[in-house]
């Protein structure tokens, strides 16, 4: 078992105090480094760096970056939710490490759609329909994965099903 421990800091957004939810560092006991390529292969990272070492995934709607000594996860409905994330990554973890032999490790990220190849597709009106100030807005809120094409009113037709097809190609939880 490479991850023994950690010990769970639960906080709400000093730069948004309206914000609903929470966030988490989780200060962990192991240095788990040597486990993060492999951890990349099994859970299919979204971001890998290689140095300073860290692995960040996207995940029902939530960021989790991987450090060494810590994790980071950010838009919890609670502690409970905190504790049930961070227990899964510990069980990934010590298995990603325990079944290294068999798992071919990688320090490559998914690969991201193109900012200028979502805003060809889009209408371009800046309608806020979206709920978005402007389409380059929410252009990038399509490469976080929070948005896709169903999520633009406007969008419709054959640019509505090219965006739709170009997103296939990519990773989004």
């Excluded at 979204?46 to 980071?72: D, M, N, Q, V, W």
């Excluded at 071919?104 to 900012?115: D, F, I, K, M």
Aim: charged share 25%; net charge neutral; hydrophobic share 40%.
């Amino acid at each position: 078992m490479l991850l023994t421990g950690y010990t769970l800091e639960i906080f709400r957004s000093k730069c948004n105090a309206g914000a609903r939810t929470l966030h988490c560092f989780a200060h962990l006991h192991d240095d788990v480094g040597a486990a993060l390529p492999y951890l990349n292969t099994v859970l299919g990272g979204f971001a890998y760096t290689k140095e300073p070492p860290s692995l960040t995934l996207k995940t029902s709607g939530k960021l989790i970056t991987i450090h060494p000594r810590k994790i980071a996860v950010n838009a919890l409905q609670d502690e409970e939710q905190a504790e049930k994330v961070v227990a899964w990554l510990q069980r990934e973890i010590n298995s990603a490490w325990d079944n290294r032999a068999d798992i071919e490790p990688s320090e490559q990220g998914a690969r991201q759609p193109s900012l200028l190849e979502i805003l060809k597709l889009l209408p371009q009106t800046n309608c806020r329909e979206c709920g978005q100030p402007t389409c380059m807005v929410f252009a990038v809120r399509v490469i976080e994965g929070a948005k896709d094409h169903t999520n633009c009113p406007a969008l419709q037709g054959e640019k509505r099903e090219a965006l739709a097809a170009y997103l296939s190609q990519f990773r989004f939880e």
